[in-house]
């Protein structure tokens, strides 16, 4: 007869790498901006607002704009997923908080009329130690953007803010990743699946023997 303990055994080490893998990627969020309408500041969309309470907050200068070809102002076809992104319309320059910190990397889909830069902080408000930082080339040589170039960058320790730079209104960010140097939501390679799919495998091969056995 087979024993519960060995249902339980087999049970948990067919799911562990599932929850492993759900586990890595709790810890990355991806900010798309959809569901801002044009030329609406940010600031706490994301930190209690309709965006969710994420723990994220944008310093005031931070726009949400809209594709033109969506009923918007922005001069692109669409972002790099939807038809939002965020652009700094009204000044040179804005900060990201995130109140719980991250750690890993940090990466976005961007689109520049002009250079930029942008830097990762240890502390809140663009404070305390550089750990990561970006320079931003020009992307756009005419009147439209065209496509979305995507960069990142990897660091040690804990941030807890972002300053991004740049000539107003020059340059366009989607996909803000915190979390990982890849933007985008982040999807288990084949390996992993295939790993998954072994111990299952193999945990109904074993529960076939012992219940022929028996």
Not at 9 to 35: D, K, M, Y
Not at 42 to 69: C, E, K, P
Not at 90 to 100: C, D, E, G, K, L
Not at 150 to 171: E, L, P
């Amino acid at each position: 007869m087979i024993s519960f303990k060995f249902f339980r055994n087999v049970f948990i080490a067919a799911i562990l790498p599932i929850i492993c893998i759900s586990g890595a990627r709790a810890q990355v969020t991806v900010l798309s901006f959809e569901g801002l309408t044009d030329m609406t500041d940010v600031r706490d969309y994301y930190n209690g607002g309709a965006g969710g309470n994420l723990g994220i907050s944008f310093l005031t200068g931070a726009l949400a704009v809209v594709s033109d070809q969506s009923g918007g102002t922005g001069n692109f076809d669409a972002g790099s997923s939807g038809s939002n992104v965020i652009a700094f319309v009204n000044s040179q320059s804005a900060t990201m908080n995130v109140i719980s910190g991250f750690s890993t990397g940090f990466s976005f889909y961007y689109a520049a009329f002009g250079p930029g830069s942008v830097a990762v902080y240890s502390g809140p408000d663009a404070t305390g130690t550089v750990l990561g930082t970006f320079t931003l080339a020009r992307t756009v040589f005419g009147s439209r953007i065209l496509g979305w170039e995507m960069t990142g960058v990897s660091f040690a320790g804990t941030a807890y803010s972002v300053s991004f730079g740049g000539a107003a209104g020059s340059i366009g960010f989607d996909d803000i990743t915190i979390g990982s140097a890849t933007p985008g939501a982040p999807v288990p390679e084949p390996a992993t699946y295939a790993l998954v799919a072994g111990v299952m495998a193999l945990a109904g091969t074993v529960v076939w023997r012992r219940r022929a056995r028996a």
